[in-house]
């Protein structure tokens, strides 16, 4: 089982180690495109339709807000010069301490973005995502079935048990077709 660098900083890590490679700029070949295709359906389906409002958490270079007037935030500032390119509205800051009103966005969605909290974090993250977003919340990860962590920089998340501990019922909860170790989960606030 790989386990995370002593006193793991993911704050640190995703601003400044990991664009060290090769793979954090983008530059190594997806695996089939089926995937994207499915989040992008997913992503249509149930937020780019239905609301305007809307908070995409770990935006990265903007590639799921490009064309939509959406907010982003990302923890690199590398990302987020990208992301300007795109004419997108995005923000640096980190998803334990964001920098909005209560029920600022009527969605809030992220993609393979929780995944890389620790344990540690990730229940106040969470509490975040839900303070900041009044109808809806959105996200697809990655996890392991086998006892062993993903990478160094991701970890295993139990989504049923974190939400139920947290008072919020699941309405979606789906792995998905084209990777098996992924799973969408969404559900509504009330």
């Given at each position: 089982?790989?386990?995370?660098?002593?006193?793991?900083?993911?704050?640190?890590?995703?601003?400044?180690?990991?664009?060290?490679?090769?793979?954090?700029?983008?530059?190594?070949?997806?695996?089939?495109?089926?995937?994207?295709?499915?989040?992008?359906?997913?992503?249509?389906?149930?937020?780019?339709?239905?609301?305007?409002?809307?908070?995409?958490?770990?935006?990265?270079?903007?590639?799921?807000?490009?064309?939509?007037?959406?907010?982003?935030?990302?923890?690199?500032?590398?990302?987020l010069?990208?992301?300007?390119?795109?004419?997108?509205?995005?923000?640096?800051?980190?998803?334990?301490?964001?920098?909005f009103?209560?029920?600022?966005?009527?969605?809030?969605?992220?993609?393979?973005?929780?995944?890389?909290?620790?344990?540690?974090?990730?229940?106040?993250?969470?509490?975040?995502?839900?303070?900041?977003?009044?109808?809806?919340?959105?996200?697809?990860?990655?996890?392991?079935?086998?006892?062993?962590?993903?990478?160094?920089?991701?970890?295993?998340?139990?989504?049923?048990?974190l939400?139920r501990?947290?008072?919020?019922?699941?309405?979606?909860?789906?792995?998905l077709?084209?990777?098996?170790?992924?799973?969408?989960?969404?559900?509504?606030?009330?």
């Open positions: 089982m790989l386990k995370p660098k002593e006193n793991y900083d993911y704050f640190q890590y995703w601003t400044e180690e990991i664009y060290k490679t090769k793979w954090a700029y983008g530059r190594r070949k997806r695996k089939g495109v089926a995937n994207l295709r499915e989040y992008i359906n997913l992503l249509n389906t149930h937020i780019r339709k239905k609301y305007t409002n809307v908070l995409e958490v770990g935006c990265g270079w903007g590639l799921w807000i490009k064309d939509y007037p959406f907010c982003g935030i990302d923890i690199n500032l590398q990302r010069n990208i992301a300007k390119k795109h004419k997108c509205t995005v923000i640096r800051g980190d998803l334990t301490q964001l920098p009103k209560d029920k600022s966005f009527e969605a809030s969605y992220s993609i393979q973005v929780l995944m890389h909290i620790p344990p540690t974090h990730i229940k106040k993250a969470l509490r975040e995502l839900i303070r900041v977003t009044q109808k809806k919340i959105f996200h697809i990860e990655v996890y392991s079935t086998k006892k062993r962590r993903l990478a160094k920089h991701c970890f295993n998340h139990n989504w049923k048990r939400y501990n947290l008072g919020i019922n699941l309405i979606y909860f789906k792995r077709t084209n990777y098996k170790n992924q799973v969408c989960v969404m559900f509504d606030l009330k």
